[in-house]
Antibody, heavy 118, light 109 residues
């Protein structure tokens, strides 16, 4: 059974930093691209970032480019999202998602809430 | 950037058929995926590559895609189908790699 478990969310002040982690199990982690998708309270889904299976390629939405860094450790089956210079508009539930490039996003974690507020 | 347009809401009586549309420029040339999200839960893939169903998704869920409109059809709607539904495509031609529609709230009357 595929499982994706996010952690690391919480309350952070504007301008602060936070690192999200996603522990994966139930599939060959190193064979799949991975993604982060976020959802602000009461809003729709927003695609944030992606990383290729070997970590060699990354993608960032314009809204987070230069502030967020996606990475992965295939030896630990773990995906990360380092977030810095956080803004109020980054407040959202962040989902870790499995899915190959140009493939459906087939498994989603339960999400972790990031709240940026003073 | 590529834009996907969904109606904000669709209402249907139990036992009837719900159709949720997703409009986009020549969307018929792309593969469309659909996700169901119930309150407080993570999204779940319900249709992929326009019309395929993942295992565990009822046959009542089906999809089609042609021209400028993709459609998610839910037959014999049940109360448990009440949720937000999002369409999604990959758009490597623009800076937005993955594009989501704005979502449609399905209300079962």
């Amino acid at each position: 059974e595929v499982q994706l478990v996010e952690s690391g969310g919480g309350l952070v002040q504007p301008g602060g930093s936070l690192r999200l982690s996603c522990s994966a199990s139930g599939f060959t982690f190193s064979s799949y691209a991975m993604h982060w998708v976020r959802q602000a309270p009461g809003k729709g889904l927003e695609y944030v970032s992606a990383i290729s299976s070997n970590g060699g390629s990354t993608y960032y939405a314009d809204s987070v480019k230069g502030r967020f860094t996606i990475s992965r450790d295939n030896s630990k089956n773990t995906l990360y999202l380092q977030m810095s210079s956080l803004r109020a508009e980054d407040t959202a539930v962040y989902y870790c998602v499995k899915g190959g490039t140009a493939m459906p996003l087939d498994y989603w974690g339960q999400g972790t809430l990031v709240t940026v507020s003073s | 950037s590529y834009v996907l347009t969904q109606p904000p809401s669709v209402s249907v009586a139990p036992g009837k058929t719900a159709r949720i549309t997703c409009g986009g420029n020549n969307i018929g040339s792309k593969s469309v995926h659909w996700y169901q999200q119930k309150p407080g839960q993570a999204p779940v893939l319900v249709i992929y590559y326009d019309s395929d169903r993942p295992s565990g998704i009822p046959e009542r869920f089906s999809g089609s895609n042609s021209g400028n409109t993709a459609t998610l059809t839910i037959s014999r709607v049940e109360a448990g189908d009440e949720a937000d539904y999002y369409c999604q495509v990959w758009d490597s031609s623009s800076d937005h790699l993955v594009v989501f529609g704005g979502g449609t709230k399905l209300t079962v009357l």
